[in-house]
């Protein structure tokens, strides 16, 4: 076994309240890790302020520097568009993806079934709304691909229904203030809109402001993306009627437990499924009272 303190960096596309909660899971982790070695396993938890190609590689650059013992990346690009991932495969350094597909056998992935998640969501909505009606659906950062897999297959579901139409909802690039300005234009140019999707945690959080400003609450019909604790409580609130969610803690605690697996020179799966839970009004207050203990 490898002997000396661990220190393991997470990279999520940006700060935000879900890599927060990816960071929760990862320090459990650690901690359990730690108490079993009898050495100290650190989380070294560096977010880009912004999403981007360019910010994000450039904190990948600067931690990879520091040598550390592995490095869990949410990438906002496709890995063979990020040199700097390949160029740290290459230097030996365990690196692995979280809240992202494999690219390809020899990188190990943590998350869920992306295009399962978004089906879920739209399959939903498409029952709430009676299959009729316009739809918008919010992209999240465009070239991430996780956000990428889920938009395709909410449009591919919404495209089997020609009742359905469907509207440009925007894209948030990550962030809930822009997801906010973008639904309200949206909502202002459509006021026949019969329902909502989006494709990460910071559109909900967003459409939800935005139809709650709007006096559309239970006018149009949201279903949301992921299940930080303002999605629950807009669930809770009834301006959301529900959402699919990854489980951000599991990613956490599933990317430290691989790398130090990885350090260890033990050979890793390639993708770990963390699984999707989905948030509806008869749920919700069991998934607030987990947060809530997280807290």
Known sequence: MKKGNLRFVIIPKCAHPWAEEVHKGALAQASLLSEQLGIAVVVDYQAPSVAGVQE?????????????DGIAIDPVEAVDKMPSIQKIRHRGVPIILFDSPSPAPGMTSVGNDFAQQGTIAAERLVVLINGGGKVAVMRGFPSAPNHKERYEAQVAVLKRHTGISIVDGGSDNDDIETAERQAAAVLGANPDLRGYLCCDAAGPIGIAAAVRKAGKAGIVTVVGMDSIR???EAVKEGILESSAATI?????SMSILMLWQASLGVQIPQRIDTGIDLITPGNV?????AARVLD
Do not use: C, E, H, K
């Open 230 to 232: 303002p999605i629950l």
């Open 56 to 68: 994000q590689s450039s904190v990948l650059d600067r931690a990879a520097a520091s040598q550390p």
């Open 285 to 289: 207050d069991s998934f607030l009272a």
């Open 248 to 252: 951000p803690t599991m990613q956490g």
